[in-house]
Nanobody
Framework: QVELVESGGGLVQPGGSLRLSCVAS????????MGWYRQAPGKERELVAE???????NYADSVKGRFTISRDNAKNTVYLQMNSLKPEDTAVYYC?????????WGQGTQVTVSS
């Protein structure tokens, strides 16, 4: 079993920054195959950034150069640093962790970009 707890969402003005955190607990083994998705109202959930099975990073084109995924293995935590935020980044952001073919999800954290 894997448990994921996200934090760090909130309201920010366009051009601002936020850092999301996802703390993982349970049978994790590693922080690979772990990352962030987001879902805006009326839209499908989409990949934002992730660590692949080989520990490489993968980003959606829409966030490249603005968002950075990082991790702290000692804290079992994955971060998403979001800079130069745009109104279209508004969504619920979900952390995920895949292990043994099962994908686990956090409860989500709301990010709203508005003036």
């Amino acid at each position: 079993q894997v448990e994921l707890v996200e934090s760090g969402g909130g309201l920010v003005q366009p051009g601002g920054s936020l850092r999301l955190s996802c703390v993982a607990s349970g049978s994790i083994f590693s922080l690979n195959t772990m990352g962030w998705y987001r879902q805006a109202p009326g839209k499908e959930r989409e990949l934002v950034a992730e660590f692949t099975n080989f520990g490489r990073t993968n980003y959606a084109d829409s966030v490249k150069g603005r968002f950075t995924i990082s991790r702290d293995n000692a804290k079992n935590t994955v971060y998403l640093q979001m800079n130069s935020l745009k109104p279209e980044d508004t969504a619920v952001y979900y952390c995920y962790k895949e292990r043994s073919g099962i994908r686990y999800w956090g409860q989500g954290t709301q990010v709203t970009v508005s003036s």
